[in-house]
């Protein structure tokens, strides 16, 4: 399935979502580096594919990543340390369909919304993937009332597991992808 950043007639980027302790805001230019230290984290790879090579990061990371809707910045005390997204999947063509393919259009058998997060290693275990993953799904239930939301991860990803659950994720199915057992759960809606 392919990734696609149309979350429907939503503004973008929203005023600065604030919890108790984080801001989820629209990437800038000054989180360059913290995006190169999160994608080049062996820690943070672990169930994402891996680590990527830092240099490589260097040359290709755009001077402001993230610049999409359904990207938030996770943000303590003025740093970025972490990113929660919100994706349209695109549903899976029936057989003998083609998927329509048109730039800033969602078309009828768009997927559903998924969720995703990932933190730097010194910001875990504090909490603040569940507050800023609580913090972004309020916002789309305000902004798309009704939209069910999906999850994916591994299910040897223990913290990840353990988060679908507190949000409220039901197991959908589980399956093997990239040599390893993943789990897919379903948040229903919100309105």
Do not use: C
């Amino acid at each position: 399935m392919t990734a696609t950043t149309d979350l429907g007639p939503v503004a973008w980027p929203p005023v600065p979502l604030r919890t108790e302790r984080l801001v989820l805001r629209a990437a800038e230019a000054r989180d360059r580096a913290a995006f190169v230290d999160l994608f080049a984290s062996p820690e943070v790879g672990t169930y994402i594919g891996g680590a990527q090579p830092r240099d490589h990061l260097a040359r290709v990371m755009p001077e402001t990543p993230g610049q999409r809707p359904g990207f938030f910045v996770i943000d303590l005390d003025g740093e970025m340390i972490g990113a929660v997204t919100l994706d349209r999947r695109d549903a899976e063509p029936g057989e003998g369909q083609e998927r329509e393919e048109r730039p800033g259009h969602t078309p009828a058998t768009a997927g559903p919304v998924e969720l995703g997060f990932l933190l730097l290693p010194q910001a875990w275990g504090n909490g603040y993937a569940a507050e800023a993953s609580e913090a972004a799904l309020a916002w789309l239930a305000a902004a798309l009332p009704g939209e069910p939301v999906t999850l994916r991860t591994q299910t040897a990803n223990a913290r990840a597991m353990r988060l679908a659950s507190k949000l409220g994720f039901t197991e959908v199915e589980r399956f093997e992808a990239y040599g390893a057992e993943q789990w897919s759960g379903v948040r229903p809606a919100h309105a």
